[in-house]
């Protein structure tokens, strides 16, 4: 049993320096053209910037394909178009909706035990309102809700 302890040791301490060792030859190299350790150089196919219009931006702006703007998510408000227990009719108010709407994004969520349709992404209640007048007509009862939204500032500028 003392032999087996004294081999487990001896081969602990050998990994232990094993590994110090390795990160002792860790040697990093800057490039000439970046002196600054915190810069990423990124080499990238040309083609790369015809797929996504990417454009360089220039001094004074910080344009991307032409447009400036983000994509992302935050809070916001959409208009919920029913809300029901029975999947097949939410799944026909969904295809409804988008057949009179193809522009504006419709999302299906399930929480048991309900279905809710809710479309649109807006930033303010009054933008979300608006719709709503619309839709009220055609999608009774429908409601503004309160919601994570994509926001999405390229649009505007469409």
Request: aromatic fraction near 10%; charge should be positive.
């Amino acid at each position: 049993m003392r032999r087996l302890y004294s081999i487990i040791s001896f081969l602990l301490l050998i990994l232990l320096c094993t590994h110090v060792c390795a990160f002792a030859q860790i040697k990093v190299d800057y490039d000439s053209a970046s002196p600054d350790p915190n810069t990423v150089i990124l080499h990238a196919d040309t083609r790369l910037a015809l797929l996504t219009g990417y454009k360089e931006p220039t001094s004074n702006s910080t344009s991307l394909g032409g447009r400036s703007g983000v994509i992302h998510s935050g809070r916001g408000f959409r208009v919920q178009i029913y809300s029901g227990t029975d999947r097949n009719k939410a799944s026909i108010v969904k295809a409804d909706f988008m057949r009179r709407y193809p522009r504006i994004r419709t999302y299906m969520t399930y929480a048991l035990p309900q279905y809710r349709i809710k479309v649109g992404d807006y930033t303010s209640r009054q933008e979300a309102q608006e719709f709503y007048r619309q839709l009220n007509v055609i999608y009774s009862p429908c409601m503004v809700v309160p919601d994570i939204v994509e926001i999405n500032t390229f649009r505007k500028n469409d």
